[in-house]
């Protein structure tokens, strides 16, 4: 009995989440020197609508890191639509933001 209870209390929990949006802050991009990966930090504005009305809108922190970091930072502009896939980590201070696992630079319609 005990070794099912310790399998089962080391499954990873789903921590998924897929956020759409505008970049509304520009990108904080640190780059280090080799075999360290580089870092980007950048907020995305997702708003949501009734009647073509803004009833909501949330800004999210995002985390990029590796050479998906460098390229974000060479693409990302503020204003620029995109789909970002990633996973939830808090902070010691209760913050929270997204680890960004994929993004996609979205053309705006219309």
Same mark, same amino acid.
């Given at each position: 009995?005990?070794?099912?209870?310790?399998?089962?209390?080391?499954r990873s929990?789903?921590n998924?989440?897929?956020?759409?949006?505008?970049?509304?802050r520009?990108?904080?991009?640190?780059?280090?020197?080799?075999?360290? #990966?580089?870092?980007l930090?950048?907020?995305v504005?997702?708003?949501?609508? %009734?009647?073509? @009305?803004c &009833?909501? $809108?949330?800004?999210?922190?995002?985390?990029?890191?590796?050479?998906?970091?460098?390229?974000?930072?060479?693409?990302?502009?503020?204003? #620029?639509?995109?789909?970002?896939?990633?996973?939830?980590?808090?902070?010691? %201070?209760?913050? @929270?933001? &997204?680890? $960004?696992?994929?993004?996609?630079?979205?053309?705006?319609?219309?």
């Open positions: 009995m005990r070794d099912k209870e310790t399998k089962a209390s080391l929990d789903l998924s989440v897929l956020i759409e949006g505008t970049i509304s520009s990108s904080e991009y640190t780059s280090y020197s080799e075999g360290i #990966q580089a870092h930090d950048f907020e504005t997702s708003k949501r609508f %009734n009647k073509a @009305v &009833v909501n $809108a949330s800004t999210f922190t995002i985390e990029v890191v590796g050479k998906q970091a460098e390229n974000v930072w060479l693409k990302a502009k503020v204003g #620029q639509s995109v789909r970002i896939v990633g996973r939830l980590e808090g902070e010691a %201070n209760g913050f @929270v933001k &997204v680890i $960004a696992e994929h993004i996609e630079f979205r053309v705006k319609q219309g």
